[in-house]
């Protein structure tokens, strides 16, 4: 299986940077160009995607996500392994709120085999995601996140600031996988666990001590999207992968568009969605108010149950948005609001509370001016048996209300 002719493959690495207005500004002077498309793509768009997403992902102007492109040709070698791939293209989605000081960036690197083979794409798609790769470039050493920043980010460093934004993406880069070949032996199944997993070829066969269980991979393919006999997905947590044969073809327009483009800003929507709310959980307690603040706009922005007029859209979108976790994350926020909103709520009942004991108090000072008057009502001329027993009921009264 490991010698099997890929008749096509496209393969990205996704990850995460904070976006300040001097990185922005330098995206133009570095050759980036904004992503456009065609009448014909934007056509099909129109009248198959929901508009409130649209405007969002394929805005054509500066209201939605920017998308910037940049066409590169460079040959990295990756170490351990001794053998080489090319870095074809470099795209940033950058995002933006009003409610952030900096805006959040998901890049993508679009990397492209020299040998073509099904175990050559699981080594590049197991080696190329870690951020600590030791690759070759220029006959000099780097380790892959060190070269990004230097080579590709004009000095801009993705990782070692130890923002919320960093912290959720971690220490390795997310996978998009789309893979075309006509071998029909190939359990598919098998193989979208490996390559989704970034387990070795041949380890679910193998049957080795290191060999998953058959009920974690069942539960793993669990996430499969399965609408065609001729090809397959699975959404993880860290990766999107897709098998088939007669699927994805880069020089077709059409399927390269589908899969480069459109389904794929689908998985970097649902990843913005994703990282977002892990940032706003990273620190709830801190500024909680804020936090709501910031949680209601972004959720009234960027929650979708549907995006599509047409189904299978709908379903790559919910498939990956449950990989994601993202509506456990979206309840619990919820939940933490609502018993945020309680807290307030006591609170203020209790502000109120002590409100009008103070109102009570003052009224009650006012007593002595009315003393003579009730002191003739009851017809005691003793004023000092009066004042003897009026006043210290009038302090006792006051201490009482102040304990309560």
Not at 200 to 211: E, K
Not at 323 to 331: F, P, Q
Request: proline fraction near 1%; glycine fraction near 2%.
């Amino acid at each position: 299986m490991n010698q099997i002719k890929i008749s096509n493959s496209l393969f990205k690495t996704i990850g995460f940077m904070n976006c300040d207005s001097s990185f922005y500004k330098s995206l133009i002077n570095q050759s980036f160009q904004k992503k456009s498309f065609d009448n014909d793509t934007r056509n099909f768009l129109q009248n198959s995607y929901h508009t409130e997403y649209l405007n969002l992902m394929f805005t054509k102007d500066n209201s939605g996500v920017e998308i910037f492109s940049k066409k590169i040709n460079y040959q990295i070698g990756i170490d351990h392994r001794e053998n080489e791939v090319l870095l074809t293209n470099i795209d940033l989605y950058i995002f933006k709120n009003t409610y952030e000081n900096t805006k959040t960036s998901i890049f993508s690197l679009t990397y492209k085999p020299i040998v073509n083979t099904l175990e050559e794409i699981s080594n590049i798609s197991n080696d190329l995601k870690d951020h600590n790769c030791e690759i070759s470039y220029n006959s000099q050493k780097f380790l892959l996140k060190e070269f990004i920043s230097e080579y590709l980010f004009f000095g801009n460093k993705f990782s070692e600031n130890n923002t919320s934004l960093e912290q959720y993406s971690g220490s390795r880069f997310k996978n998009y996988l789309v893979i075309d070949f006509e071998d029909k032996s190939v359990d598919r199944d098998q193989l979208l666990y490996e390559l989704g997993t970034s387990s070795m070829l041949g380890t679910i066969q193998g049957n080795t001590i290191y060999a998953p269980s058959d009920s974690y991979v069942k539960g793993v393919l669990e996430n499969k999207i399965s609408c065609f006999k001729n090809y397959e997905c699975l959404t993880l947590l860290d990766s999107f992968t897709v098998i088939g044969a007669n699927n994805y073809d880069e020089k077709h327009p059409y399927t390269f568009t589908t899969w480069n483009d459109i389904y794929f800003s689908i998985y970097i929507f649902n990843l913005y969605v994703k990282c977002s709310l892990q940032i706003l959980l990273n620190d709830f307690t801190s500024d909680s108010m804020t936090k709501r603040k910031e949680f209601q706009e972004f959720y009234n922005k960027y929650y979708f149950k549907k995006i599509s007029y047409n189904f299978l859209p709908n379903e790559i979108f919910k498939r990956i948005s449950t990989s994601l976790e993202i509506e456990e994350d979206i309840e619990f926020i919820e939940n933490r609001l609502e018993t945020l909103a309680s807290q307030i709520n006591e609170k203020q009942q209790k502000q109120q509370e002590f409100l009008l004991l103070c109102i009570s108090v003052i009224a009650l000072l006012e007593t002595p001016l009315h003393i003579e008057g009730i002191r003739e009502i009851v017809g005691v001329d003793n004023m000092l048996v009066y004042n003897s027993f009026v006043y210290p009921s009038l302090i006792l009264t006051l201490v009482l209300l102040l304990i309560l």
